[in-house]
């Protein structure tokens, strides 16, 4: 005698059925890389004052540090952000009518990172009053450094400085601490003044 199929037994095959159909129509793809979220500090700054013969304000969480440098002259030094794993690198000559031959250094000292720079670009700095004038290097892709800038006071003073990361270049996941020590940068160079016009 033949056997009537129940409700039952028809509810968990279909149920089987509508799940495995559902699972289906997700497809797994890999998702894009992300980069670690970055927490940055409020902007604070203190006076830089020394025997050098300028002064400027920094940030209060960067350290100064002498140079590293081999052939370092006195007013090298490092502002360092252990915490971000980079420094802005500043070094001070004195200019004795020698100045085109410095400002050549410095256009080759930033122009040598054309090979891996998708673009440069110069944004110069002019302040009469206080007798400094400069400009700010922006250099895009995936660079050793991501700012170079110099000032001079055309005479006697040059201070050139570059910004620097212990790491990788990788301009994407940089460029919120980039942009956050450009800012930095154009205040230590708004703030500068030549001592003896103290």
Sequence with gaps: MKKG???????GPALFA??????????????????????LPEKH????????PFIFEYPVY?????????????CWF???FPGYNAKIHLSYKTIEG???????DSYTLTYNHTIKADAITETPYINEEDNIY???YDLKGNTATAIQFYVTDSIRHFLRGSLYFFAS???DSLAPVIGFFREDIIHLIETLEWRERL
């Design 5 to 11: 199929i129940s409700k039952a037994e028809l509810i």
């Design 18 to 39: 509508v799940l495995i159909l559902c699972g289906c129509n997700r497809s797994d793809q890999p998702r894009p890389m992300g980069y670690f979220r970055i927490d």
């Design 45 to 52: 700054y203190r006076p830089f004052d020394s025997v050098c």
């Design 62 to 74: 960067g350290l100064l540090k002498p140079s590293d440098e081999r052939d370092a002259e006195p």
């Design 78 to 80: 490092n502002i360092e």
């Design 98 to 104: 020698n100045l085109p031959s410095v400002l050549e």
């Design 134 to 136: 400069g400009l700010l």
């Design 169 to 171: 270049p990788n301009e």
